[in-house]
């Protein structure tokens, strides 16, 4: 509960930066995230006539085409306040993990539209370091949620950020003065969403081949089961390689499938049986997280393989469950990176999550 408490008073005792130029950027990042970087706009619906319109499943994600996307971005806002923040899975882990206190970066690509210039402000406003490739003659994605009871409806068309490209990520790793690589002998973690693997299996590959290795771990969240049942290859290749996997159980189920596993447990024993430390973090909403790891401690050889259950904290009034798996995330790679035991990290990532389930967008109070 001390650990807690110090992270809290981090989060809301301090001055943040009011600008992007208080920030040094000359360092690499303990945390480089790979992922879409979208517009988000998010608009409360009071009743379910819109998604009933729409044929939208309550609860339900995908991609859609950008016409279809902003007319129901528009009729949804008609009468209603629409919010605008800089979204995706992996940029929201970036911004929760800044408020923690620990610096991230993140990858991606924008169009060279007005749209694109909004989300450059935007970052730049609350301080977010990103790398942006600038994409010519490609939309910026765009992302509408549909709030309704709580539960978020999230339709995408990611636009450019389909489009980033491999040369882009080897300048930035063989730059020789402004490298985002730490050296291999110091701690760091590179994170994919899984949102990121379509359309961009060169860039993961080069990932997996040229960048993680010694003490450069890759985390990986699951994202979405439509993500792992439409590119099992992909999402299995990165699941074994990395140190940290993050995902619901619909989507341990989902990886479990593709991989000939009958159950999200045997699954788990498939994966840590591969000779490496890993760490399995499942989240089942009100029935809490299990923790699934053959870890002892950093640079040590893999242990015993055990499962421990943790309960669910309780929020104080659900609003929007949308991004709390990208700040349960954000949470126990900060915990872990202050080399907390791994039961601080989910309780810590498990609190993050409970607070940020009370605002509006993936926020902090």
């Not at 159980?249 to 000779?275: H, M, N, P, S």
Request: aromatic residues 8%; hydrophobic residues 40%.
């Amino acid at each position: 509960m001390e650990y807690l408490q110090s992270v809290y008073e981090k989060i809301f005792g301090a001055d943040e930066p009011s600008d992007a130029a208080q920030i040094s950027y000359d360092t690499p990042r303990k945390v480089v995230c790979f992922g879409n970087v979208l517009l988000d706009r998010t608009v409360k619906l009071e009743e379910p006539e819109l998604l009933q319109r729409y044929d939208l499943k309550l609860g339900s994600k995908g991609e859609m085409d950008l016409e279809q996307l902003n007319k129901i971005a528009a009729d949804a806002a008609n009468g209603s306040i629409c919010l605008i923040n800089p979204g995706g899975s992996a940029l929201n882990t970036v911004r929760i993990l800044k408020q923690l206190g620990t610096d991230a970066q993140f990858f991606g690509s924008i169009g060279s539209d007005k749209h694109g210039e909004e989300l450059r402000s935007l970052l730049l406003e609350r301080g977010i370091e990103a790398r942006l490739q600038v994409v010519d003659d490609v939309h910026t994605g765009q992302c509408v949620c549909l709030m309704y009871k709580d539960s978020p409806t999230l339709y995408a068309n990611i636009g450019a950020s389909a489009h980033f490209s491999v040369q882009e990520l080897k300048r930035a790793a063989l730059h020789d003065t402004q490298s985002f690589l730490r050296p291999i002998e110091r701690k760091q973690i590179l994170y994919v969403e899984g949102f990121f693997v379509p359309y961009r299996k060169e860039v993961c590959g080069y990932i997996l081949l040229h960048l993680v290795r010694e003490r450069r771990y890759l985390a990986l969240n699951l994202s979405a089961p439509y993500i792992v049942r439409q590119h099992p290859e992909e999402m299995l290749q990165l699941a074994r390689r990395a140190m940290f996997i993050f995902g619901n159980r619909q989507e341990f189920q989902e990886l479990a499938e593709v991989a000939g596993c009958e159950t999200v447990e045997k699954l788990a024993r498939q994966l840590l049986e591969l000779g490496q430390p890993k760490i399995l973090l499942i989240t089942n909403g009100d029935a809490g997280v299990q923790l699934a790891t053959n870890y002892v401690a950093e640079r040590a050889p893999p242990g015993d393989l055990r499962f421990e259950d943790f309960r669910a904290q309780r929020a104080e009034q659900l609003v929007d469950a949308t991004g709390a798996g990208d700040a349960f995330a954000a949470g126990f790679l900060h915990a872990w990176l202050e080399k907390r035991s791994l039961t601080e990290c989910v309780r810590l990532a498990s609190n993050i999550a409970s607070k940020v389930v009370t605002q509006v967008g993936c926020n902090l109070p």
